[in-house]
């Protein structure tokens, strides 16, 4: 059975010097088994453009989605697009990344920068097949990835960083290719896509003179996360329960204070809290020999739950990337659930503590449950397989 990865996305974006609209856009769609990237960059810049990118790329995402073959879907994009005014053109530029979670990979780019696949500090040249669409010319490619890989697709305005100011003729795409060999092969995807276009705005002195967008794609192995939560029902069980998790395949994760103290007890060992981690809304890491994370349950996992969610939206990405970079209980959950898991096993103590029970204690039972149905359905969503073990 092949490996299943977690496909690391990232895109970062600018906007032309004294356009309030980026003339780019970027669409992306999580699917079970997959992600679709659909870059865009439409004529000119401003408004106009920002329509025809914004219209092209959602066209072909959606599109796509459903299952529409390439060719449905060019001949919707050329039929749809308004035409501009002045040059009586309907004209917007496209990339298309699909990347399966088994590492395969597909590409479909019109009139945009060969896209970058970089490995071990080498280029490798795509194989492309040409073919004409509605009289446009596309070029396909099909081939796979794997963990050492780095995918990148830029709009023209990285081609073109730097022209009329530090640069003559541009940073140019071998230029852009020779700088991406030598970058960090171990660097997330956000950073492989930050450095570029941060290599851009020094071209372009801060005043860029297109659009300018990079996409980054690396992949990572995932795994088997067992999360325990909450004290099982019969107490008499639980050395019995907890060694049962332990002896699961994959990681162990351990959420709620109560929890982590059985735990402990269950393997004799002391449980310490890493106080570093500690933060005003959120509680420190707790450390116990042999589980991958400790941490406190439902404040925790509220916001990891945020994290989580604002990931899984375009427009709150970057945010959650950044958030993800911090060093406290909920990135670490978020990140770990996020990054690392392939298959969640939650595991539900169903033991009620009578402290948290009351119309005074906001967090009771009945919180706790919706909480983690919340968090199975959004690791679902995710395209990641959840089972529920309630105990």
């Not at 194989?127 to 697709?153: H, P, R, W």
């Not at 941490?295 to 993800?324: D, H, N, P, W």
């Not at 503590?353 to 149905?373: I, R, S, T, V």
């Amino acid at each position: 059975m092949n490996s299943l990865y977690f496909i690391d996305a990232a895109i970062r974006s600018m906007n032309k010097y004294g356009e309030e609209l980026c003339g780019d856009h970027v669409e992306y769609i999580n699917l079970v088994n997959s992600k679709i990237i659909v870059l865009s960059d439409g004529l000119g810049s401003g408004v106009k453009a920002n329509i025809l990118a914004t219209l092209t790329s959602k066209i072909a995402a959606t599109m796509l989605k459903e299952g529409a073959t390439l060719e449905e879907t060019v001949d919707t994009i050329v039929h749809t697009l308004p035409v501009c005014s002045e040059r009586h053109l309907a004209y917007s530029t496209f990339t298309i990344i699909r990347v399966f979670n088994d590492g395969k990979a597909y590409v479909a780019e019109f009139d945009s920068p060969s896209v970058f696949l970089i490995k071990d500090g080498e280029s490798t040249e795509l194989e492309k097949i040409e073919k004409y669409i509605n009289g446009k010319k596309i070029f396909e490619s099909s081939f796979t990835l794997d963990k050492d890989s780095t995918l990148v697709a830029v709009s023209d305005g990285v081609i073109h960083a730097g022209v009329g100011k530090s640069l003559d003729l541009g940073w140019q795409w071998k230029n852009v290719c020779e700088f991406l060999k030598t970058y960090d092969k171990n660097a997330e995807a956000a950073q492989t896509a930050e450095a570029v276009l941060e290599k851009c705005r020094g071209y372009y002195e801060n005043e860029a003179g297109d659009d300018t967008t990079v996409i980054a794609v690396k992949l990572r192995k995932q795994e088997t996360i067992n999360l325990f939560t909450g004290p099982p029902k019969d107490p008499d069980k639980d050395y019995e329960i907890i060694k049962k998790i332990l002896q699961a395949e994959g990681k162990v994760v351990v959420c709620g204070g109560t929890t982590s103290s059985i735990v402990a007890r269950t393997l004799n060992v002391e449980m310490e809290a890493d106080l570093s981690t500690m933060t005003v809304d959120i509680p420190p890491v707790g450390i116990i020999k042999g589980i991958e994370l400790v941490t406190e349950g439902v404040i925790t996992i509220g916001k990891a739950l945020e994290i989580m969610k604002s990931f899984m939206s375009q427009s709150m990405r970057e945010k959650a990337e950044k958030e993800m970079q911090e060093k406290n209980a909920a990135a670490m959950l978020a990140t770990l659930l996020i990054e690392r898991c392939a298959t969640l096993n939650l595991w539900i103590g169903q033991a009620v503590n009578p402290a948290h029970q009351g119309g005074n204690y906001p967090m009771d039972f009945q919180f706790k449950m919706n909480q983690l149905k919340e968090l199975a359905a959004v690791v679902e969503n995710m395209g990641k397989r959840v089972n529920i073990i309630y105990i």
